[in-house]
């Protein structure tokens, strides 16, 4: 889930949906302060792993995405399909509409359009400054915001609010820091990533509340909104890929990386359908 949200084009949101741990994780942040205990240990270890991907595997990512895209590419997008199927046992078939239908184009068709989209990239250091502050503040809102919400990629969004370089570079440095001594290095990056943390844990906090009333009480409307949003993201990963120099080994490789995360989304999804079935007896 840390890896794709730091993947422009691939939606933290849908992984989780595709690992069927969507619901669970939805209800653990809106309960949160209700039932702290039993939330915060289902939340963290899913916490943790979130930061290690975004921290210490985004730069592993984007070297495959750098140097071998298309199979890469698949790779997310078998992870994406392999969890299609329970999403399709959540929608009641008896109770699917033509509102229901036509919100499951309208939202396709945005994840297209964003994917179509010209980013922009800034990648200029931040000079500290209140007005700054709150403005990484509402851009960690919007993108922690998109983050859960299945098929939208945050990584996407900040590239197109022109965040997206400064943010990971930040992260970079930190990190840099951290490992190498160099504390003021380490401290400085905290001035981008301290108020767009703050705005990340109000934004995942607001849409979750949201979300968890929208299911409770427009459980076919959402799920098929969320099934649009699911469907269109490999659409999206695919017209972000870069196709350049792509031979039949390519090709093969990519079909197989395919066959692989669309089998271990699969499993994944299954194993944590089961776990929450036992959580709920």
Known sequence: ???????????GGTMMVSMGVYDTLIGCVTGLFKQFGKSLKTLLPYVIGALIGIVALASVLTFLFDNYPLPTSTAFIGLIL?????????IDRKKTNAFSMLLFILFLALIIVMA???????????EFSWIHALLLLAV????????????????MVLMLL??????????????????????????????????????????????????????????????SAILGLVVASPVAVLLRCDMTGVTPLIVLISLATFIAGYAGSAWL??????????LNE
């Open 1 to 11: 889930i840390g890896v794709a949200n730091v993947i422009p084009g691939v939606s």
């Open 82 to 90: 392999g969890g299609v199927a329970p999403l399709l046992k959540r």
């Open 116 to 126: 179509v989209m010209k980013p922009v990239e800034a990648g200029d250091a931040v």
């Open 140 to 155: 960690g809102v919007v993108a922690s915001a998109t983050m859960i919400i299945p098929g939208v990629s945050g990584s």
């Open 162 to 223: 022109g965040y997206y370089r400064t943010v990971l570079d930040s992260i970079t440095h930190l990190k840099d820091g951290l490992l190498g001594g160099n504390m003021a290095l380490a401290v400085q990056q905290l001035k981008v990533l301290v108020p767009f943390g703050i705005g990340v844990l109000i934004g995942i906090y607001a849409v979750a509340k949201l979300i968890e009333w929208l299911l409770k009480r427009y459980p076919v409307y959402t799920y």
């Open 269 to 278: 999804a299954r194993r944590s359908d089961k776990e929450v079935k036992t």
